[in-house]
């Protein structure tokens, strides 16, 4: 089980996946969802973390349909918050503000992290 870390920008998508590592979670980063189709074909991430998407509704149809990820959890992070009715339609299970302080976003990221118990399998 792991988190699958979703950013265009690389700085950002290293910070997210090196500091769920330090915290004992198993990370992955991919630039885009077409980037990480092998490897969410390969391991079911047990969240998905998406950041700084637009509303971009291909990219999450595939995720939600094609790579049948429906009951996976799915947190966007971003400075502005997304449309709530697009959440809704796309199954968003939250909404995450970035902010300077990863500490407190990864608190704030907490009830959506698989258990560290599960973590390493």
């Known amino acids: 089980m792991y988190v699958l870390v979703i950013s265009r920008e690389r700085n950002r998508r290293r910070l997210y996946v090196d500091n769920l590592i330090a915290r ?58 997304p449309v709530p009715e697009w959440m809704t339609r796309w199954k968003i299970d939250a909404y995450i503000p970035f902010g300077d302080d990863i500490q407190h976003f990864i608190k704030k990221l907490k009830p959506w992290l698989p258990s560290l118990s599960t973590a390493s399998q």
């Open 24 to 81: 004992g979670y198993l990370a992955a980063g991919v630039a885009s969802v077409d980037e990480g189709t092998k490897l969410l074909n390969k391991h079911i991430p047990s969240l998905v973390m998406i950041c700084q998407l637009a509303e971009e509704d291909t990219a999450i149809d595939h995720l939600r349909n094609k790579l049948k990820l429906a009951s996976t959890p799915v947190v966007i992070t971003s400075v502005e918050p």
